[in-house]
Every structure is written in structure tokens, then in C-alpha cells.
């Protein structure tokens, strides 16, 4: 599978509805749909609705359940493409180009934002980065030059970068 590596390809690739659930339920099960509240593997798919009812307990289910993009409207090829732009940006991407970018209003640019940075945040990528990884890190607080003389001598001689923040990027 060739994944995008520009935004027109992006939105080539997942302008395909069908596409894009399928690649949904690929990625979150690899060895075929497992039932949410019993983890059944037993199921059978109403294809007129696009879910699966498990057999243990009876409940439906979709490939959305559980997911940042459960209870939301929003298509999943707008979720695909504003994923997309935000993994590949080099130094971000605001609410305001991804909702030029997709056609959605800025609002619902936030909120796809939001939702794709809880599920960084929370850690429920847990598999291990692969491919060519980078890793960088700083410190940021003040530059010496910009104190004070006195705050200066002090800060060059004995605190070095003591009152500096370290950021790691990887």
C-alpha cells in the first residue's frame, strides 16, 4: 500500500469513502473486527449499514467505536486528510489552513485538532516509531546578552543553563 506523500495526493487517496474504511479497519484490526465490550471475534456485518453485531453479546459496532473519530459527523476522508497534514507539517499546521485546506469551517478544524492531539497526547499510538526516527532538543529561556549586567556575570559563571527549559523533539 503506497500511502500519500503530498496534500493533492492525500486527498486523491482518501476521496474514496470505502478506501478510507478499509484502511481504518486494517490498522486497528489487523487480524479481522473484534467486538469493543466482550472482544468476541464471532460477528456478522450488515452491509446495508456498515456495522458489525457480535454474536457473544448482540451489540453493533463500527470501526469509528472507540476511536477520535467516534460521535463525530465529519467524514473519514476529512479526518484521513487532516491527520495526514498534521503528521507531515515540518513546523505545525493551524485550525485555520487545515479548514482552507478541506473545505470545513474553522470550528471544525479546531475540534479534528484537538481530537487527533488526545489521542497523541494519551499515548494510544503504542507501537514503536519505524523508519528513519529524528530526535532533536534545546534549551529555551533567556539569552544572557538580554539581562541585566549584574544578572548577567551571575548567570554565565555559575548557573550556565540552569534556569533553562530542555525541549526534546523526536
Known amino acids: 500500500m503506497n500511502l500519500p506523500t503530498t496534500l493533492q495526493e492525500a486527498i486523491r487517496y482518501f476521496a474514496d469513502p470505502q478506501r478510507c474504511q478499509d484502511l481504518l479497519i486494517s490498522m486497528r484490526w489487523p487480524h479481522g473486527p473484534v467486538c469493543p465490550r466482550c472482544n468476541s471475534g464471532e460477528h456478522g456485518y450488515l452491509k446495508s449499514r456498515s456495522l458489525w453485531q457480535c454474536k457473544g453479546c448482540r451489540k453493533q459496532y463500527s470501526a469509528k467505536v472507540g476511536t477520535i473519530f467516534e460521535d463525530s459527523a465529519i467524514a473519514l476522508d476529512k479526518w484521513f486528510c487532516a491527520l495526514w497534514m498534521i503528521v507531515s507539517a515540518k513546523n505545525g499546521v493551524s485550525s485555520y489552513e ?15 485538532m484537538h481530537r487527533i492531539r488526545l489521542a497523541l497526547q494519551k499515548g494510544s499510538i503504542d507501537r514503536k516509531l519505524m523508519g528513519d526516527v529524528e530526535a532533536d532538543e534545546t534549551y529555551i529561556g533567556g539569552n544572557a546578552r538580554n539581562m541585566h549586567a549584574d ?18 523533539g523526536i
Open 98 to 112: 487545515v479548514a482552507r485546506s478541506l473545505g470545513v469551517t474553522q470550528k471544525t478544524a479546531w475540534f479534528m
Open 151 to 168: 544578572k548577567r556575570v551571575k548567570m554565565l559563571r555559575t548557573e550556565g543553563s540552569f534556569r533553562k527549559a530542555v525541549v526534546i
